[in-house]
């Protein structure tokens, strides 16, 4: 059987891309949220890690946080640019990916639900980003030099 991207053999594959203004401006308005997002989060681990006792957990937690924000952007991207009709090919080298690999991976509806269901999750997001106290400093050594008193290793 034949490799085909076209969900039904029995039709003609499209003469022109489709072309869907009105997911593409809705891809361009999640893009900008994610870039906002993306900042906040950006910033917090520059703050983070101007604090030696940071845990590597917390850096952890937005460095992954920053790459689902990451996948987001390419997502709504890739969408955006096949909404307005526009080749795939143009991303392919930027994203080490061929154009068939962009159209499966980044299926346009389900980035449109993906996309729909972040709107008010962002929000929130954000003004609690704004409203976030630095976080507690780690309590430091005491009496033995050991922070576990219980454990069997000898203090440093």
């Known amino acids: 059987m034949p490799a085909r991207s076209h969900p039904d053999p029995n039709c003609p594959p499209r003469s022109q891309p489709a072309v869907d203004v009105a997911r593409a401006a809705r891809c361009t308005e999640a893009i900008r949220d994610i870039a906002e997002d993306f900042v906040v989060r950006a910033e917090e681990l520059l703050h983070q890690t101007h604090n030696p ?6 850096l952890v937690v937005t460095v992954a946080q920053l790459a689902r924000l990451t996948e987001e952007a390419t997502a709504a991207l890739v ?33 449109d639900l993906r ?14 980003a704004h409203r976030r ?9 005491t009496g033995s030099g050991c922070a576990n008193p219980a454990s069997a290793w000898p203090a440093p």
């Open 115 to 128: 996309l729909a269901s972040r709107t008010g999750h962002d929000a929130n997001s954000r003004e609690a």
């Open 79 to 111: 969408v955006r640019q096949r909404s307005q009709g526009e080749p795939l090919k143009e991303l392919t080298p930027a994203l080490g990916l061929t154009e068939d690999r962009l159209r499966k991976k980044y299926y346009p509806k389900t980035v």
């Open 53 to 58: 006792d940071t845990p590597a957990t917390d």
């Open 133 to 141: 106290t630095p976080p507690a400093r780690r309590a430091r050594r």
